[in-house]
């Protein structure tokens, strides 16, 4: 599980929206981080809408807390988005064997699709469901050292 610096943005009656600084090394899509220029100062964060726990009822929007990211909703998304479809990839020239004709790998090439898209959702909606890979939000934000106001990482 990692933790992360944040800070809530919006509450609402059942669900808190929190906003978490990108890393200072950036997303990786780009070196110069151009897009992040280009896009703008609200680019520099992520939002997530987490649901607020019972507990949590005084919240408020500018409150500093940590975000708790399950691993394993991040592996889930690697293999579901990089190992399916090579996997769906090869299934597919195992099937179409030697000598293809048009019509076979037609079908084969739609029927991947179709089983990709298929996981893609049944994939959301089941890390939507589930409570163990939700994030979750915790009192103290993560680098908040005790007798200190500010967190450690930006905000």
Known sequence: MSVNPAMIVRVDEDYVEVRVPKSDHGCGLCVSKAACRFLGPESAYVRYRVHRPAEMTDLRPGERVGLELPDIGQNLSSV????????????????????????????????????YLTALVLGNRWVKRSPRLQPRIHRRPVGLERGTTEPSGRL
Not at 88 to 111: C, D, E, M, Q, W
């Open 80 to 115: 579901i988005i990089f190992v399916l479809p090579m996997l769906l990839l090869f299934a597919g020239i195992a099937l179409v064997g030697r000598h293809p004709s048009v019509g076979t790998v037609a079908s084969v090439a739609s029927g991947g699709v179709v089983v």
